[in-house]
């Protein structure tokens, strides 16, 4: 049984591993900062567990030249370090067990999940190197979609589940069950091999079989790592689509702290309510447009589905903003964050798709995970650009001719908040510009340098 033979193995491994980085994430950063502050760990204490979290995820640009510079070429090009980086996570795991409920030990708590995530961070650029090595062009699009979505129900679960085992039996059973889930979805890799006559296990028989487009060896020079990345790099197709990768999520990162200062401080929101549409009611959504993204972006091109999710996402902005007078009427708001969600999800797969088609060279893994980074950045900056731009675009409501721009009227509420009018048109702005970008990103120029045997594929 092997991944590249067939399709349905491929798909199921990859989801799997998916859903295996979507709930220790969802555990993580929702349900386990939730049950502490629940017995009374401080805002200041959640903040600092959390950070402690999520460093290791910045080490994604060490793993990736990392992973393409040593492996077991007998084992296939990535299995090893993904069954690696499962049994690490799944020690952790078990050491936290041993050390029975760590709630009172913050930061011992703190440096246990570091560990953790470390390998998980580890996992997640194996299997994105995994998903490029072996997934024809023909099935990136509707696999990045399921890859996304699979991730999506992770986290749920993650968050969800994972509280209410926690409510009930408390954090090491909450361990125990997410120890057994690992467990299960290491089944994945150690049943399936990446090509036929390649190894099960380092004792198995079995050799190294040629990969299209991979070098030779299990050790590789670092340095002809980066300078195979460096000429990865070097078309404009590649680079273009790395200045929009680091762009494209300002404006959904202002828009995502912008959001809970309006929604929980003006117009009436719970904590609880804000949270439970974004967490709950939006995973529909969120899901189809995700499935629905992959299997366009093979149908009707990756930047197509591209420009329909960011500029959709900057379409709903411009609609919001045109409509102050509609925020306090909750069918409008919960539309909102509804419609960014799913757009977000769309565009994401997009680029996920887009990304891995042009990462072409044998340091695929280091080029595809540099695009992840680049976008994550994106959208910190975003994040911490909330604050300035707020500050900077706002007006007093009778000094300034915002409140021109709107299609419905004005009640006194809907006043008052009229100052964060032009932020959303700041976001509108954001999300579009970076589509500008986007008639650079030629596959086909890819397509010239790659090696002749890869065949490209319609985009």
Not at 18 to 30: I, K, L, N, R, S
Not at 166 to 189: E, I, K, N
Request: net charge positive; proline share 5%.
């Amino acid at each position: 049984m092997a991944l590249s033979e067939k399709r349905w193995q491929r798909l199921g491994t990859l989801c799997a591993l998916y859903f295996a980085q979507g709930v220790p994430w969802g555990f993580m950063a929702t349900a386990l900062v939730s049950y502490l502050t629940s017995r009374g760990v401080s805002d200041a204490q959640a903040g600092d567990l959390t950070a402690i979290v999520l460093v290791p995820w910045t080490f994604k640009l060490v793993w990736g030249p990392l992973i393409d510079s040593l492996t077991i070429r007998s084992m296939g090009r990535r299995r090893a370090w993904i069954i690696g980086a499962e049994l690490m996570m799944a020690f952790t795991l078990l050491g936290m067990v041993a050390m029975g409920d760590l709630t009172q030990e913050l930061k011992l708590l703190g440096w246990m999940f570091f560990l953790h995530n470390c390998f998980a961070s580890l996992q997640d650029v194996s299997t994105d190197a995994l998903a490029v090595d072996i997934l024809p062009f023909s099935e990136q699009g509707p696999a990045n979609g399921l890859m996304w979505g699979s991730k999506l129900l992770g986290k749920g679960l993650g968050a969800a589940v994972m509280a209410w085992v926690m409510d009930r039996w408390g954090l090491p059973t909450a361990v125990w069950v997410q120890f057994f889930l690992l467990v299960s979805v290491m089944l994945f890799p150690l049943c399936f091999l990446e090509r036929p006559g390649e190894r099960r296990f380092p004792w198995s028989r079995g050799r190294a079989m040629p990969a299209l487009g991979a070098p030779d060896g299990d050790v590789r020079n670092p340095a002809l790592v980066l300078k195979d990345l460096g000429k990865g790099f070097s078309l404009t197709a590649t680079a273009a689509f790395a200045v929009f990768g680091t762009v494209k999520l300002v404006g959904s990162g202002v828009n995502e702290i912008v959001n809970k200062t309006l929604y929980t401080q003006k117009l009436g929101w719970g904590y609880v309510e804000y949270s439970g549409v974004l967490g709950l009611y939006s995973i529909p959504p969120v899901l189809l447009a995700a499935l629905a993204g992959g299997y366009m972006a093979n149908r009707f091109g990756r930047r197509n589905v591209i420009v329909v999710g960011f500029g959709g996402y900057a379409l709903v902005a411009v609609a919001f903003a045109v409509c102050p007078g509609l925020w306090h009427e909750r069918w409008f708001t919960t539309s909102y964050l509804l419609a960014t969600e799913g757009l977000l999800a769309m565009g994401s797969v997009g680029f996920l798709s887009m990304a891995m088609r042009l990462s072409w060279t044998t340091s695929a893994a280091t080029m595809f995970t540099t695009y992840m980074t680049l976008s994550n950045v994106g959208h910190v900056v975003g994040n911490k650009l909330a604050g300035p731009v707020r500050q900077w675009l706002t007006f007093d409501v009778g000094d300034s001719l915002v409140g021109v721009l709107t299609f419905v009227p004005l009640s006194e509420p809907a006043a008052a908040t009229l100052a964060y009018q032009p932020v959303f048109w700041f976001v509108a702005l954001a999300s579009l510009c970076p589509l500008f970008l986007l008639p650079l990103v030629e596959p086909a120029r890819v397509d010239d340098a790659r090696a002749p045997a890869l065949a490209p594929s319609p985009v």
